[in-house]
């Protein structure tokens, strides 16, 4: 299999992966939990906000093309820091969540975001590592490479998961600043 298209499996990874992440976010924990008012679970909102800046960076520098030299190496880079984030995730939330816990479906949830998550890193540096040391650039994907309502739609997806993490952050800050209730 040539590595220019198997490294495309990497963008479609993150696009399926994003609304996984999305129905997370918005159901556990701004609808259903409001993780952004308890203050035990602020280091938890924490490395969701971390994950819902990086996920968006590595994705559009995907779209604009196949990272090689040092932006294969950024990528890279952010794909390992997304990984030690959802470690430092998993370990934090059990106290961040005392004592409503995490349900079943939430779990699946982040059990097949971070699989998608792994795959996606392992297929990148797969892919990429011929390029490694290559001048840097972003080579653009061949014509062909997606369907062409791929690009439109994912730009649209990525302008949507910038906007809800920025809302996440202003609950964040918002409830962060307010005074513990007695």
Same mark, same amino acid.
């Given at each position: 299999?040539?590595?220019? *298209?198997?490294?495309?499996?990497?963008?479609?990874?993150? $696009?399926?992966?994003?609304?996984?992440?999305? *129905?997370?976010?918005?159901? %556990?924990?701004? #609808?259903? %939990?409001?993780?952004?008012?308890?203050? =035990?679970?602020?280091?938890?909102?924490?490395?969701?906000?971390?994950?819902?800046?990086? *996920?968006?960076?590595?994705?559009?520098?995907?779209?604009? @093309?196949?990272? =090689?030299? +040092?932006?294969?190496?950024?990528? !890279? !880079? /952010?794909? *390992?820091?997304?990984?030690?984030?959802? /470690?430092?995730? &998993?370990?934090?939330?059990? !106290?961040?969540?005392?004592?409503? @816990? &995490?349900?079943?479906?939430?779990?699946?949830?982040?059990?097949?975001?971070?699989?998608?998550?792994?795959? !996606?890193?392992?297929?990148?540096?797969? +892919? @990429? #590592?011929?390029?490694?040391?290559?001048?840097?650039?972003?080579?653009? #994907?061949?014509?062909?490479? $997606?369907?062409?309502?791929?690009? =439109?739609?994912?730009? @649209?997806?990525?302008?949507?998961? &910038?906007?809800?993490?920025? %809302?996440?952050?202003?609950?964040?800050?918002?409830?962060?600043?307010?005074?513990?209730?007695?």
């Amino acid at each position: 299999m040539n590595d220019i *298209v198997t490294m495309d499996l990497v963008l479609w990874l993150l $696009f399926i992966a994003g609304p996984i992440g999305a *129905v997370d976010v918005v159901y %556990f924990h701004l #609808w259903k %939990f409001r993780l952004y008012k308890r203050p =035990q679970s602020r280091r938890e909102e924490l490395t969701h906000l971390v994950r819902g800046a990086m *996920v968006p960076a590595i994705f559009a520098v995907l779209l604009l @093309g196949r990272p =090689q030299g +040092t932006l294969f190496w950024i990528v !890279a !880079a /952010l794909l *390992v820091i997304d990984t030690m984030n959802s /470690l430092i995730d &998993v370990m934090i939330e059990p !106290a961040s969540r005392a004592p409503i @816990g &995490v349900p079943p479906a939430e779990l699946a949830i982040h059990f097949i975001g971070t699989t998608m998550m792994g795959g !996606a890193l392992a297929i990148y540096l797969i +892919t @990429g #590592w011929p390029t490694r040391n290559a001048p840097s650039a972003l080579v653009p #994907w061949p014509a062909g490479t $997606f369907p062409t309502w791929l690009p =439109q739609m994912a730009w @649209g997806a990525l302008a949507t998961g &910038v906007v809800l993490v920025l %809302f996440e952050a202003s609950l964040v800050v918002r409830y962060a600043r307010r005074p513990a209730a007695a």
